[in-house]
Nanobody
Framework: VQLQASGGGLVQAGGSLRLSCAAS????????MGWFRQAPGKEREAVSC????????YYTEDVKGRFTISRDNAKNTVYLQMNSLKAEDTAVYYC??????????????????WGKGTLVTVSS
């Protein structure tokens, strides 16, 4: 099993980044996918999750209206489009996979698989 996150980098406040997470080694089509982040000195928190069909999503309140999660099951990839970035979005972003129903994701961090993170730094 492999989850490879990419797309992080340094961006100015107000800018945008698109994270990608390429999955392999499991049946991607049947897994809820999620993005989580961990800022320096803080615990990891949920950012957004998407059900396996893509029909149901969850966003933490802080990112609603700014971030959009999507997935391409043909490419085994999940994306996180991040717009209007703020300094407080600075963190290492991780993707995770959970074998779950197609209902609205719980997105509580109880993932079956985790990838290595990608660093997002937003300068103010």
């Amino acid at each position: 099993v492999q989850l490879q996150a990419s797309g992080g980098g340094l961006v100015q406040a107000g800018g945008s980044l698109r994270l990608s997470c390429a999955a392999s080694g499991f049946s991607f089509d049947y897994y809820t996918m999620g993005w989580f982040r961990q800022a320096p000195g803080k615990e990891r928190e949920a950012v957004s999750c998407i059900s396996y069909s893509g029909g149901n999503t969850y966003y933490t309140e802080d990112v609603k209206g700014r971030f959009t999660i999507s997935r391409d099951n043909a490419k085994n990839t999940v994306y996180l489009q991040m717009n209007s970035l703020k300094a407080e979005d600075t963190a290492v972003y991780y993707c995770g996979a959970e074998f779950h129903s197609d209902y609205r994701p719980i997105c509580n961090g109880m993932m079956d698989y985790w990838g290595k993170g990608t660093l997002v730094t937003v300068s103010s």
